[in-house]
Nanobody, 121 residues
Framework: VQLQASGGGLVQAGGSLRLSCVASGRTFSDYAMAWFRQVPGKERDFVAAITWSGDRTHYADSVEGRFTISRDNAKNTVYLQMNSLEPEDTAVYYC???????????????WGQGTQVTVSS
């Protein structure tokens, strides 16, 4: 499956952004989806995940209550709504797909190209 992420940008602290990730090539609803983020020199960190049906979600503690992951299987798209952004949220954000899912990056077989999110203080 091919993944194309978009929606990143520059925003002030307290602002909002919505990331999108469009999948193609295979049946989107066969895959759990997740968002990860990475800053230079650090490991790729889990942000949020959603089951293939969208009935269950899971978040990193650092974003719980501020970020919301959702999906639209009819549009082959997963979203990450990010509210109350903080400078610490600055990173490259990646979407990922896997038939099983989870919160560890090495579970995921397919990755998007990443989209930069920069939060200014």
């Amino acid at each position: 499956v091919q993944l194309q992420a978009s929606g990143g940008g520059l925003v002030q602290a307290g602002g909002s952004l919505r990331l999108s990730c469009v999948a193609s090539g295979r049946t989107f609803s066969d895959y759990a989806m997740a968002w990860f983020r990475q800053v230079p020199g650090k490991e790729r960190d889990f942000v949020a995940a959603i089951t293939w049906s969208g009935d269950r979600t899971h978040y990193a503690d650092s974003v719980e209550g501020r970020f919301t992951i959702s999906r639209d299987n009819a549009k082959n798209t997963v979203y990450l709504q990010m509210n109350s952004l903080e400078p610490e949220d600055t990173a490259v954000y990646y979407c990922a797909a896997d038939t099983s899912g989870g919160s560890e990056w090495y579970f995921y077989d397919y990755w998007g190209q990443g989209t930069q999110v920069t939060v200014s203080s």
